[in-house]
């Protein structure tokens, strides 16, 4: 089952938007990887890292983020993990709320990633240029 | 112009030093327009620098550009640490195993930087970002390279252009970054990465 990571400027949006989207899909693993180390707003590297690297499976992971430095972080984090797992690691374009609820439900029902990022594609908010 | 890697690292000491001196000024440009962090970010990425590079011998610029570009990427919320992170990675490639630079690697830096930037923020001249501290600076300091001035007299007209292009930013609306969920209320302030941008390339000048 494909997995889910969670990334926002704000720990706290972060883990709200978790515990939604288990509430609708339970056996999702989902991680939630918000704010800085220390803390503060914004995103973290090592944070988003980590949190790949905890629901990672062969099935792959789907990556929702709120706005701007958090792609941009995501994108650096991907960068750096080894060929094998970026290859099965993919950014989505969706609003966090709603997309995170979507996508949950995608994953719970077994689509792989190809499938969801095509179901969902009609939710992209023109997040990514 | 020939710099050492000593040198350079003197020069990535005295820009922390001078962004510190200038963190309240930067922080409440970002915040007429912004999440007012950028200051404080840009302050604790380049002191992270400044540890990072403390034992470093100088022997390879690549690598002490590289170092620069990880501690701001690991260190600088906000857009600015991976937009100046990349910047300073990719502009580490361009050097890389070398002792010693001149005018022409440093454009060569420059250029790379830029190109990492535009790559890593999808952005381009005319949003209201440090690009447009950065881009007219690079096509002014290839110019005077061209026409053989020296490399002083290239670095201030360069620096020059950065200074105008923070300028032009007040002009016009944010199309880019928080700034730009304000629209058309951000006319009128300047940028604040555009502002940091132009007092890196200030410092490369008074030190050179």
Known sequence: ?129 | MSINGKKVIEILNKIADVIDNNKAFLSELDAAIGDGDHGINMSKGLFAVREKLRDNEGKNIGDILKITGMALVSNVGGASGPLYGTAFMKAAMAVNGKEEIDIKDFKNILEEALKGIKMRGKGQAGEKTMIDALEPALNVLSKAIEEGLSSKECLYKAKEAAREGVEYTKTIAATKGRASYLGERSIGHQDPGATSSYLILDTIYKEI
């Open chain 1, 1 to 129: 089952m494909v997995s889910m990571v969670i990334v926002s400027h704000s720990q706290k949006i972060a883990e709200g938007v978790m515990e939604l989207a288990k509430q609708m899909a339970p056996e999702v693993s989902i991680e939630a990887a918000g704010g800085t180390c220390d803390g503060r707003l914004g995103t973290d590297i090592e944070k988003i890292i980590s949190a790949i690297e905890k629901v990672y499976s062969d099935d792959g992971v789907l990556i929702l983020f709120d706005l701007g430095s958090a792609f941009m972080n995501t994108e650096i984090a991907l960068e750096m993990l080894p060929e094998e797992m970026r290859a099965k690691v993919e950014i989505i374009d969706l609003p966090l709320v709603e997309g995170a609820i979507s996508a949950s439900v995608e994953c719970t029902v077994g689509r792989n990633l190809k499938e969801i990022k095509d179901n969902l594609k009609n939710m992209a908010m023109g997040k990514i240029m």
